[in-house]
């Protein structure tokens, strides 16, 4: 027990420095590579004079020239005229920001700087955007369960039969059609009136949702949240399916096979008790260590389906930063994403040691 | 209707072809490459074993074979699918511009110029030559005397309009009348000339000292359909020629596809070989020597597989347009090598632990030997049972960096962008989805049924049923 | 030699009886006859050894018995396996769970790998007490720390709670043999129960059996092993199994001093004696076990036969009675009542190293 303790304490120790060590990654290419924050907002400025139509703009794109303060400006807030280092630094909050007047604000006090495209605290940005995430990560993966559980015993016990051939073809099907893909499949089929038009095209809810909700009208309020939130469901479970199914399949049939079901078969105990209580818990195991890296999708979302289905959570947001080079926000949902991807594999180790008690670790 | 045959005829010999090359040349290859390397021609018994147990499972090895004979004829899609022709002559002029096509794409290192100009081949102008329209007329070529009879009937009767309606000015005309009558004379003069230089590649035609000998689908893939009526995008119509429509650009959605499939399953292929290469690498290096350096490494590996890979390439993505290999090599960087150190490791461990290695290693025999001869082939196996669904995800992830827009530079023949496109028109041009659905879901799914029956060829699921 | 000599009295009550049992296996398409025509029978209050190679199929016989045997891949093609006058082979499945760990219970081979991990080894024990006899949970616990008490665990009732892997080999051999004897079967099927186990706990282990049967009440116990000295040591009868058939049956005694088929005679003449001094190597027997798959026509044996003749080749020899108590399959024997060869005699193309 005390070895446990030890190992989880040197596993949490290691988060700060992963963490470190991938955020400074990614801040150090957003730094050094061509095209960085001056160069866009030179070619924003370029595209804001081209739509006004201003046609001299064209002769002189090379020689375009931001404003001298601007540029400053820019310069100090992605910290430019500091060295990488200390520019990671600041922005991580262990170095005294001098054009703040040298205090130390960064990630550690909890100051994710501004978001430039929501004119809003990054912070409060990324937490308004969670619940949508993990309303659908959290379903999804519950569904999964529900439906691949019994599906793989089914599957392990009917081995080689017509169920099992069939489940599989049609598990595999779902396997190889990206979540994405199978949303836009879908809101093409029952999103449109090709085949029957049943869904809506995308959203996470109806506009008029808060008015109903408001309006104390919460049968229509959950009807409409879940006629809006089938598809990108489909979306998010499909490929995991697949692989929850055969896993729980192969890992049943493995442990059907071992010495200690035909010790308890000798016992005289009933075929139900055998494979539910002994067989079936053996193969629970690696399953439940995917618990942990599950996490990590609940919250990050899926920049495709999010993107594809228009709803407003994690992913969408990351992918507009993008788009809108919102650099503040893109590192907080860095900062977001590897945490929870961190702390998710400690919580599989600590599963793992919960339910297999010949695990130890060192 | 023999038009279509040789069509037909054409592609089965491509067909053909890329079969011979799967079935016989590449597995000599192989086996050439392995005893180059010093390996027993033959393969070892228990993997023999498996080779026959993974025939036996006949939806594996067919998917096997037709990936593979797809995969390897997608490599000669310049002879098939291009507007290119495979051979053109026009008198005693000979070239083969598709051919050069391919040896640019086969053989990046020196380029081979395609180009042929209109003007060496019978047709007006400096650009290059139209070889459908070259084609056609070489085929039939009443068509061309039709046409260009067509061509000489309306322009004198359009000169005679002209004419009618501004007459010949006379010495008292205004002098922009004069010049208006003198260009409007030049016009039809060249128009002239035009037609009487065609009326005498009309007699070449005719003659049979022209020939065109065009691929079987003539449109390449970065070609716009300007032959069609309507605006893109165009809804598949066998009338118009257009099987599966066109995109919004007004591209041709055959070569898109087919040219897509090749550089799916080509970066796939990249990706997964270079990243194994390099895991098996880290892996072995990792199980062999043990100690610090295992222990760093794994530290190493632990930290990189926490980066969220796809937010990444994006983020790069986002700033360097990257190229086919700088996307390559960013997958292989930020993900593929990273799975299978842990089972190579493992497999080094293990295999190192046994009797005969540590003989080997007893016997003074050399690191590098060891390594080479005795545990990589058992390291391999899980290399070769991943394999397959690493591809899948490699496909996968560079379909979803197209649709989003991080991917491959726009042009690129890619299904992902074209499923983007599908998302923008969902309600109305339903085949700009349904199309790369299909595509990929088929292509995938092939891959998965690979997958699933080298795993069960590899490690067959023992059932045994007790009650 | 273990308990009470027995003569050859039929009167002994027979507690199984094993006829024409076939098991076959479907491996790669192909059928392996792993046990094919086995016949035995076993008295109450008897050790009874079943002896043989690796692949001669007496595993498969004591699961058959058990019913044991998965299907697919395997299945019991024919026979009878007579348990106090009842076919087992005939009984449901739900019939056939109420004799198992009962009436029969079994030992396996890999201790290791026998009990399931995720369980506390306390658990397992006390799940077929509370299954078979209705018991309360207390009162199996108590049974359950009285029999570890038994074969030799100190600190029983702590280490209850303590999970398989924190057993040693031994140990968890001993919790094996607790979890079997815990209601008092009639019949004890140990499965080469010390074969995994150090040579220094394998005596320990056997010695724990037997004196637990007379402990327990009065058991038979069916002892599978390969081991020659094992069974000269605990049984009173002993089979010898080749080929998935019963080779030769007779008492321990018998066997040992008159042994008739060529390959018991193999068998013994690979033991050191060391009460024979001028014997310098080891007999063996020559050639290796066919693969399941490929046992010839005719005897099975006659491969690695030293005296076979073209008969053998061809024709299956029956399984004859030589003396009372004592049978035999070998042509060489049927013929004739031969002259008893002495046992390691050195035939001298008979062995090599």
Known sequence: MHGMISYFIRRLLLIPITFVCITFMVYGIMRLSPGGPIEQARTQMLMAQMQEGGGGAFSQIGELALPQDAIDQLKIYYKLHRSIPVGYMIWLGVWPDDDRGGIFSGIIQGDFGISYRYSDSVLSTIVSKFPISVTFGLIGYLATWIVCIPLGVQKALLHRTWFDMTTSLAVFLGYSIPGFVACLALMLMFGTSLVWDLFPLGGF???????????????????????????????????????????????????LGADYVRTAFAKGLSERRVIFLHALRNSMIPICVGIGGAIGLLFAGSFLIEKTCNIPGMGLLGFNSLIERDYPVLMGILVFGVLIRLTGNILSDLILAFIDPRVRFK | MTHILFKLLQLLVVLLLGFVLTTYVLPWFFRCFLRILGYPAEFSPVTQKRIRRFRAIRRGYWSFKLITVLFV????????????????????????????????????????SSFNKKSDFGQIGESEVDYRQFAIYAAHPALMRKDLEKER????????????????????????????????????????ETLLALEKNLAVFEGGRAGCWMPVYPVG?????????????????????????????????VPLMLYGFRISLAFALVVAGLGYGFGILVGGVQG???????????????????IPFLFTIMIIASIVQPSFWILAVLMVVLTS??????YVRAEFYREKAKDYVQAAIGSGVSDWRIITRHILPNALVPVVTFAPFGIVAYIGSLVSLDYLGFGLPPGTPSWGALLRQGLENVKFYPHLTIIPTVALASTLYTVVMIGEAVREAFDPKVFSRLR | MATTATTADGARKKLLEVKGLRTYFDVEGQTAKAVDGVDFFIH???VFGLVGESGSGKSVTALSVMRLIPDPPGWIDGGEVLFRGKNLLDLTYDEMRKIRGNDISMIFQEPMTALNPVYSIGFQLTEALQHHQVMSRQDARERAVEMLDLVGIPDASRRLGNYPHEFSGGMRQRAMIAMALSLTPHLLIADEPTTALDVTIQAQILELMLDLRQQTGDSSIMLITHDLAVVAETCERVAVMYGGKIQEVAEVKRLFTNPEHPYTRGLLASLPRPDRVKQKRLQTIPGIVPSILDFPKGCKFWTRCPV???VCEQVEPELVKVEEGHWCRCHLVSAAETPPVEAPAGEPEGGTE
Not at chain 2, 81 to 91: D, F, N, P
Not at chain 2, 172 to 190: H, I, S
Not at chain 2, 337 to 342: D, R, S
């Open chain 2, 73 to 112: 004829t997608s490599l000669f899609l310049e002879l098939i699918v291009s507007s290119k022709a495979l051979m053109i002559r026009y008198e005693d002029r000979t070239a083969y511009p598709a051919l050069c096509e391919w040896l640019n794409m086969a053989w990046p290192f020196g380029e081979v």
């Open chain 3, 308 to 310: 076979k003749e073209d």
């Open chain 3, 44 to 46: 109450e209050n008897e």
């Open chain 2, 337 to 342: 090598w990273l799975g299978i150190t842990y």
């Open chain 2, 288 to 306: 062999y020597y043990g100690g610090w350096v295992d222990i760093v490494t794994q530290r190493v590996v632990e930290i990189w597989g926490s």
């Open chain 2, 153 to 192: 009937t309306a322009l004198t009767a359009e000169k005679e309009a002209y004419l009618a309606e501004h007459p010949t000015p006379g010495p008292d005309a205004r002098r922009f009348e004069v010049r208006r009558y003198e260009r409007a004379m030049k016009r039809f003069g060249k128009r002239g």
């Open chain 1, 205 to 255: 809810r109806s506009e008029n949702w808060n008015d109903m909700w408001a309006a104390g009208n919460i049968w229509w309020c959950i009807k409409d949240q879940a006629w809006h939130m089938f598809i990108p469901l489909v979306g998010y479970v499909m490929s995991g399916f697949a692989t929850m199914t055969i896993l729980m399949k192969n890992s049943l049939l493995d442990n």
């Open chain 2, 221 to 253: 893939p970065g070609d716009l359909r300007y032959d069609l009526k309507s605006n893109p995008p165009n809804r598949p119509s066998l009338e118009e020629g257009v099987p599966l429509g066109t995109d919004m650009s007004g591209r041709d959605v």
